[in-house]
């Protein structure tokens, strides 16, 4: 049989299909009013929460920073933090335009990029995100109690207990590391530490660079010899 | 666009959408949640859609686009799907919409294939002109006319392959 041949079988299976599908207007309507408009908000929403969560952190670290700058302790914990928070917000923020900007209806190769190119970016926020929280809660929780109250508890805090737990932090880092390569396969993971885990251990990015890797191929000429 | 024109435009191309999500879904769940996932995406991009291209062209994309993302996605992870009791749109199990013993060859030997080309290979099956398949996947005329001499050839082999192996399996079978 000729593939050419498969054509009209194809059509009269889609005749068939047709046929099949049932429509519930009122529901189609209720569901167009109610959760059609929403089905986006828990993603646009939780990107708007970061980005004002990022820019009310940095508004409030600023001015201690700015108070300390001939203190290197905390040039090192504020700035460190400052930067941190200025990047993961400038990622985020990113990311909600993205997704705002989106539209399905465009050239199927194109949209499927853009897709890819935005899980990296999430991907990649997701990870340093976890990893830099890691080591740098511990100075971020003290510079904020500063920055909230008045009190300067960075002077206050022993050094080397400060190094210490920076040191804590790395250990935890590569344990994390370690246990998100060993349970990536495992396939009874809950969808939020399946996320964390894909994240962390780089399967996420790797998967989606394989994608985009394919889209490339898939738009590169072809030679009716190749 | 209101709630009946969506409707009508569900219905005016709900063969296209069906065959799409029954390309890329892999049961009967999946499907039904890629014809609504299309149907979301019809409602959200409305005011996007600009006429520059044709109708069809438009709802291609968006089911394309919807299928390769829902069959990208980890079966065990997917999230934002809308719960099953919210679909509005359904699949009636009827006896006659199991596709025929070709056409089920054929989605097995498709199924082989990567996502870009799967969706080439039903644009084509579709009977567009090459034309509107470039348009619809963004790739250029000439492109899709030589990816799709490939397909068809490695196709043709993986069918004919396919249906000699079921002709000799009926027989154990039957025992």
Known sequence: ?????????????????????AIDERLLREMMLRKFRLALAPYVLWRALEVAVGIAVLLAVLPVLAAHMSEPRYIVAAGA?????????????HLLVRSLQFDRGGPVTAIQRDVERVKVVEYRTLK?????????????????????????????VDLAWLVANLLFGLVVLAVGLVLSKKYVERPDLRPWAR?????????????AARHLDELTKFEREETPAS | MEAPELTDLIRRHAGLIHKIAYAYGRDATDREDVVQEVAVQLWRSRHRYDGRCKETTWVYRIALNVAISFHRRERRHREGRLPIETHAITIAAAPQAEPGEDVQLLLHCVEDLGALDKALVLLYLDGNDHASIAEVLGISVSNVGTKLLRIKDNLRVAFEQRARSKRTERPHAIR
């Open chain 1, 1 to 21: 049989m000729q593939f050419d041949d498969l054509k009209a079988a194809w059509a009269a299976h889609g005749t068939m299909l047709e046929r099949s599908l």
């Open chain 1, 81 to 93: 933090l400052v930067v941190f928070t200025a990047w993961i917000t400038a990622l985020c923020a």
């Open chain 1, 128 to 156: 340093w995100a976890l990893l830099g929280g890691v080591l740098i809660w511990l100075p971020a929780t003290l510079v904020l109690f500063e920055a909230l109250t008045g009190v300067d508890a960075i002077a206050r």
């Open chain 1, 195 to 207: 996320r964390l885990v894909n994240a962390l251990s780089g399967r996420a990015l790797r998967t």
